[in-house]
């Protein structure tokens, strides 16, 4: 029997020691653990999205907290490089229409599409900084030469709430 009394009270010296402490790394990470599940649902989305035929995925970023800019908001991104046999006009007509449910919103809305005709390509779409260059998506000068080469992607913000990447 002391045995039994020694081991019921050391498991609940822990539990009052460990749940304070998991209680308070909840209330820290909460959002973050939230906003990392609303991207999870982002990125499911563009992996599931239907593709022109004789395409490949060349690359796929994604990340969640202050992307761009500065301040009180927190950035969502997803975004994918594909390389395709199809035209320009072709991959654009293949996407008119196809919408991803928006995780924070729930609304449907229109991925981006972007076709990239060059490296200079990736200086005029707003990107977080780390994504705005070819080399981050595996690109080289000679990758824009063999097809037609596009981004599929969704960027948004929103209100930081207490994710501390976010601020």
């Known amino acids: 029997m002391p045995a039994r009394k020694l081991s019921i009270k050391r498991v609940i010296f822990a539990l009052l020691v460990v749940l304070p402490i998991l209680a308070v790394l ?9 906003n990392d599940l609303r991207l999870w649902e982002l990125t499911k989305q563009l ?3 239907p593709q022109p035929p004789n395409t490949m995925r060349i690359s796929t970023n994604s990340a969640v907290g202050l992307l761009q800019g ?14 395709s046999q199809s035209s320009a006009d072709a991959i654009l007509q293949h996407y008119k ?17 972007t076709i990239l005709k060059d490296k200079n390509s990736f200086a005029s779409i707003w990107l977080p900084y780390d994504f705005d260059h070819s080399e981050v998506w595996g690109l080289t000068a000679e990758s824009y030469s063999a097809a037609t080469l596009y981004l599929v992607c969704a960027m948004r913000s929103y209100h930081a709430n207490d994710d501390f990447r976010c601020h």
């Open 70 to 83: 500065n301040g009180n908001h927190c950035d969502f991104f997803a975004g994918a490089v594909y390389r």
């Open 97 to 113: 229409g196809r919408q991803f449910q928006n995780p924070m919103s729930g609304e449907n809305e229109d991925w981006d599409i």
């Open 26 to 34: 909840y209330s820290f990470c909460k959002d973050a653990i939230i």
């Open 47 to 49: 992996d599931s999205l």
